[in-house]
């Protein structure tokens, strides 16, 4: 080599640290009833860090799954290949639970342990994390037919990934997949024309086409599709009982702009059997607690994203050098690392708050069953908004490098409006959260009892608070609740965030968000904190202490 080709002022590669090195995150575990959790999620976080992950995640991604119709004998096979690198990524998160197993964990908090474990996880590679998502969501829905969770239920929560086609009775393990979306309707389900006709043995035949099936290559799916009564829910299996393949057909796997690693389909039903779900026509409202639980993923997955970043971000500025010394040691290059550290830990803070509040609410506590349903949708909308604008930041925190594909902050900058636009765009979102007001008026009531609980603590929160009350106030009327929805949504997130933060995360980062985020004093930019944010203190709180240059 030349000495004009001597690698001199760049970072080396980032390898060897865990994705679990975040105070915040341990915290929440062990102040929310699952401290036995903390060494699980500290042996996935170093095993999502280490290099031999890190290569997996990149061949998913540069090796993305094909869809193969025929054999090569001209019989229909509809088979999706994957790289060998997803397999062991699926492998590795079934078997620590990331996928139906708080379902048949008794100890508390286990649907928190379960969530800290697939941020940590998603933050190695996040395409693999649709059919585990599903997987976990699936099992609350099918519970509204008790006779098909006795016997899918402990398969969906064995930690054993069997993949292949196969009967689903037959197999150690499953994973579940979801059949709503067709190209006439989209978010408006209710317009599918996907129809079900009973066979006269209690399964019915489904016949139509389905714009979006994720994961095709799942052995059970929960389908919608109209029937006399009106929308209906199925549970569809890909192989029957005797051994034979249902009548599904994979028409082609989309071009997708990111979560490349995971197979998403346009698939066909032909007569597919499936055995129904729930009260019949009310599909939707059965299904609805699988996208809840869905969407709590996509909170979790934005805040993985966020963390991801960030933590590329701060290692390529303390390694890198410009005009004279670090880039983490110029102002304004600190001022753009505290707001993405801002920004990443109340994410991560909102998401664990409501991993506790599904413990809580499967343990019969209605308040936060209610909290739940409100702070969800909120959270779902600002958190996975805010995940583009982060992993647009942190990218450029990089400079030219963070725009070129093997510094991994393209995938992350892919992968981010996914979140946003999975299970209900921003709209959508909001119009829920106007949905959960309108329907379920104890969920404003448990939302205020959860943010109060810091009054008196910072006098920017109070202020905030009392203004999201005058706020809901004026939303008067049907279509000026409307216009107002993203408005509403945006800042009960916020104030929830601000709540979260002020009581649990370092109290110059709380200082920080309550002066950018509620106070009026921040620019429409990330650094552009307000003066007087103590930004050594921020830094150092989110600064990750295991992390090695390899």
Known sequence: MTVTHEVVNQAPP????????????????????????????????????????????????????????HDRFGHRIDEVEFHPAWHQLMTVAVEHGLHAAPWADDRPGAHLVRAAKFY?????????????????????????????????????????????????????????????????????????????????????????????TSAPMSDVFL???????????????????????????????????????????EIEYDQAVAWPVGEPGRGVRTIVEMVNMTRLDCVLGSAAGMRAGLR??????????????????????????????????????????????????????????????LALAAGKYWVCKRGSAHAAEALECLGGNGYVEESGMPRLYREAPLLSIWEGSGNVAALDVLRALGKEPAALDAFFAEVETATGADRRLDAAVAGLRKMLGSAAGPERAQLMARSLAERMALVLQGSLLVRYSHPALADAFCASRLDGEWGNAFGTLPAGVDLTAVLEHVRPQTASAA
Request: aromatic letters at 6%; proline letters at 5%.
């Open 14 to 69: 980032l390898t060897g640290f865990s994705t679990a090195d975040e105070p915040a995150l341990l915290e929440a575990l062990r102040r929310d009833g699952a401290a036995w959790g903390v060494r699980e999620v500290s042996e996935l976080g170093a095993l999502a860090g280490s290099a031999a992950v890190q290569d997996q995640a990149r061949w998913a991604e540069e090796q993305p799954p094909r869809l193969h119709t």
């Open 120 to 212: 940590v996880w998603s933050q190695a590679e996040p395409g693999h994390g649709c059919p585990v998502s599903m997987t976990y969501a699936a099992v609350p829905a099918l519970r509204a037919a008790p006779e098909l969770a006795a016997q899918y239920e402990p398969l969906l929560a064995a930690r054993s990934y069997d993949f292949g086609l196969r009967a689903p009775l037959t197999k150690s393990g499953l994973i579940a997949g979801m059949s709503m979306t067709e190209k006439q309707g989209g978010s408006d389900v209710r317009a599918n024309t996907t129809h079900a006709v009973p066979a006269g043995d209690g399964t019915y035949r489904l016949t139509g086409h389905k714009w979006f």
């Open 223 to 265: 389908a919608l599709a109209q029937t006399a009564e009106g929308l209906g829910c199925f549970l569809l299996p890909r192989v029957l009982p005797d051994g034979t393949r249902n009548g599904m057909r994979l028409m082609r796997l989309k071009d997708k702009l990111g979560n490349r690693s995971n197979a998403s389909s």
């Open 312 to 373: 590329l971000a701060l290692h390529h500025t303390a390694h890198r050098r410009a005009f004279g010394r670090e880039l983490d040691r110029q102002p304004l290059m600190r001022s753009v690392l505290a707001d993405l550290a801002i920004e990443s830990e109340a994410a991560t803070l909102l998401g664990m708050r409501l991993a506790t509040a599904v413990d809580r609410s499967q343990a019969g506590d209605a308040g936060e069953a209610a909290l739940r349903r």
